[in-house]
Protein backbone atom coordinates (compact mmCIF):
# COMPACT_ATOMS: atom_id res chain seq x y z
CA UNK A 1 0.00 0.00 0.00
CA UNK A 2 1.27 3.61 -1.10
CA UNK A 3 1.25 6.00 1.80
CA UNK A 4 2.16 8.99 -0.23
CA UNK A 5 1.95 9.62 -3.74
CA UNK A 6 5.01 9.57 -6.60
CA UNK A 7 6.28 13.01 -7.50
CA UNK A 8 6.92 14.71 -10.83
CA UNK A 9 9.93 16.18 -10.06
CA UNK A 10 12.34 17.01 -6.82
CA UNK A 11 14.27 15.15 -4.15
CA UNK A 12 12.63 12.01 -2.02
CA UNK A 13 15.11 10.95 1.32
CA UNK A 14 14.63 7.79 1.97
CA UNK A 15 15.78 5.95 4.93
CA UNK A 16 15.74 8.64 7.86
CA UNK A 17 16.17 7.25 11.15
CA UNK A 18 12.60 7.00 12.74
CA UNK A 19 11.98 10.08 14.86
CA UNK A 20 14.20 11.90 12.81
CA UNK A 21 12.50 13.67 9.77
CA UNK A 22 11.19 16.74 11.51
CA UNK A 23 15.05 17.76 12.42
CA UNK A 24 16.31 16.71 8.61
CA UNK A 25 13.47 19.52 7.81
CA UNK A 26 15.18 21.65 10.29
CA UNK A 27 18.48 21.32 9.25
CA UNK A 28 17.29 21.43 5.37
CA UNK A 29 15.43 24.98 6.37
CA UNK A 30 12.41 23.81 5.50
CA UNK A 31 9.79 25.26 7.42
CA UNK A 32 6.51 25.12 5.85
CA UNK A 33 6.50 29.05 4.29
CA UNK A 34 7.65 27.60 0.81
CA UNK A 35 4.86 26.97 -1.76
CA UNK A 36 6.64 23.48 -3.03
CA UNK A 37 4.60 20.57 -1.36
CA UNK A 38 6.48 17.88 1.12
CA UNK A 39 5.54 14.74 2.00
CA UNK A 40 6.51 13.35 5.39
CA UNK A 41 5.70 9.69 6.53
CA UNK A 42 7.45 8.82 10.03
CA UNK A 43 7.76 5.62 11.73
CA UNK A 44 7.17 3.17 8.83
CA UNK A 45 8.06 -0.42 8.60
CA UNK A 46 11.66 -0.97 6.70
CA UNK A 47 13.10 -4.07 5.49
CA UNK A 48 16.62 -2.76 5.66
CA UNK A 49 15.93 -1.15 9.60
CA UNK A 50 12.83 -1.69 11.57
CA UNK A 51 11.48 1.74 11.05
CA UNK A 52 11.96 4.54 9.16
CA UNK A 53 10.96 7.81 7.97
CA UNK A 54 10.52 9.32 4.37
CA UNK A 55 10.21 12.59 3.50
CA UNK A 56 9.23 14.04 -0.31
CA UNK A 57 10.24 17.61 -1.67
CA UNK A 58 8.67 18.64 -5.06
CA UNK A 59 10.03 20.99 -7.29
CA UNK A 60 13.57 20.86 -5.29
CA UNK A 61 16.92 19.13 -5.77
CA UNK A 62 19.18 19.64 -2.54
CA UNK A 63 22.29 20.88 -3.06
CA UNK A 64 25.70 19.14 -1.84
CA UNK A 65 25.61 21.30 1.12
CA UNK A 66 22.61 20.51 2.02
CA UNK A 67 23.54 17.07 2.15
CA UNK A 68 26.18 17.66 4.44
CA UNK A 69 23.50 18.71 7.08
CA UNK A 70 21.51 15.87 6.51
CA UNK A 71 24.58 13.66 7.46
CA UNK A 72 24.28 15.27 10.66
CA UNK A 73 21.47 13.57 11.65
CA UNK A 74 20.98 10.51 8.66
CA UNK A 75 24.43 9.39 7.55
CA UNK A 76 22.57 6.37 6.31
CA UNK A 77 19.74 7.96 4.42
CA UNK A 78 19.69 7.66 0.82
CA UNK A 79 18.82 10.33 -1.73
CA UNK A 80 17.10 10.51 -5.03
CA UNK A 81 16.87 12.94 -7.22
CA UNK A 82 13.16 12.83 -9.59
CA UNK A 83 12.70 13.96 -12.55
CA UNK A 84 9.42 13.67 -14.60
CA UNK A 85 8.43 10.80 -12.35
CA UNK A 86 11.51 8.81 -12.98
CA UNK A 87 14.48 8.43 -10.75
CA UNK A 88 17.15 10.44 -12.50
CA UNK A 89 20.27 9.97 -9.63
CA UNK A 90 20.43 8.21 -6.67
CA UNK A 91 22.97 9.75 -4.03
CA UNK A 92 24.98 8.75 -0.42
CA UNK A 93 25.65 11.03 1.66
CA UNK A 94 28.20 10.88 4.28
CA UNK A 95 29.75 12.46 7.02
CA UNK A 96 33.11 14.04 6.35
CA UNK A 97 36.22 14.91 8.84
CA UNK A 98 35.21 18.54 9.05
CA UNK A 99 32.09 20.55 8.40
CA UNK A 100 33.31 24.10 7.14
CA UNK A 101 30.65 27.20 7.41
CA UNK A 102 27.69 24.42 7.86
CA UNK A 103 27.08 25.59 11.50
CA UNK A 104 28.70 27.99 14.11
CA UNK A 105 30.64 27.44 17.32
CA UNK A 106 28.35 27.64 20.05
CA UNK A 107 30.94 28.66 22.80
CA UNK A 108 30.50 32.47 23.29
CA UNK A 109 34.05 33.26 23.59
CA UNK A 110 34.91 31.18 20.24
CA UNK A 111 37.61 33.48 18.45
CA UNK A 112 34.51 32.53 15.10
CA UNK A 113 31.69 34.41 17.13
CA UNK A 114 34.04 37.55 16.93
CA UNK A 115 32.58 39.71 13.78
CA UNK A 116 36.37 41.17 13.33
CA UNK A 117 38.11 38.19 12.92
CA UNK A 118 36.47 36.38 9.23
CA UNK A 119 37.30 33.29 10.05
CA UNK A 120 35.36 30.14 8.58
CA UNK A 121 33.48 28.33 11.15
CA UNK A 122 35.11 25.04 10.95
CA UNK A 123 33.70 21.82 13.36
CA UNK A 124 36.08 18.63 13.78
CA UNK A 125 34.01 15.09 13.85
CA UNK A 126 36.40 12.99 15.96
CA UNK A 127 33.23 9.88 16.04
CA UNK A 128 30.06 9.74 14.09
CA UNK A 129 28.90 6.47 16.42
CA UNK A 130 28.36 8.31 18.74
CA UNK A 131 28.80 11.33 16.85
CA UNK A 132 31.42 13.91 18.28
CA UNK A 133 32.00 16.82 17.09
CA UNK A 134 34.24 19.70 18.24
CA UNK A 135 35.38 23.46 17.29
CA UNK A 136 38.76 23.27 15.18
CA UNK A 137 39.62 26.79 16.79
CA UNK A 138 38.50 26.44 20.57
CA UNK A 139 37.96 22.58 20.74
CA UNK A 140 34.95 22.98 22.59
CA UNK A 141 32.69 20.06 22.34
CA UNK A 142 29.49 20.79 20.41
CA UNK A 143 26.03 18.78 21.06
CA UNK A 144 23.76 17.95 18.08
CA UNK A 145 21.10 20.35 19.37
CA UNK A 146 23.57 22.71 19.55
CA UNK A 147 24.80 22.18 15.36
CA UNK A 148 21.32 22.31 14.89
CA UNK A 149 20.31 25.76 16.86
CA UNK A 150 23.56 27.22 15.05
CA UNK A 151 23.20 26.30 11.70
CA UNK A 152 24.59 28.63 9.47
Known amino acids: MRRVSAICNGTVIDHIPAGNALQVLRMLHIDGSQ ?16 RKDVLKIEDRELSQEELDRLALVASSASIAII ?4 VAEKRQIELGEELVDIAKCSFFNCITQN ?6 HRLKVLSTDPIEIRCAYCTRSQSLAQIIDSLI
Open 35 to 50: SNPISLVMNVPSSKVV
Open 83 to 86: RNYG
Open 115 to 120: SSEPLP
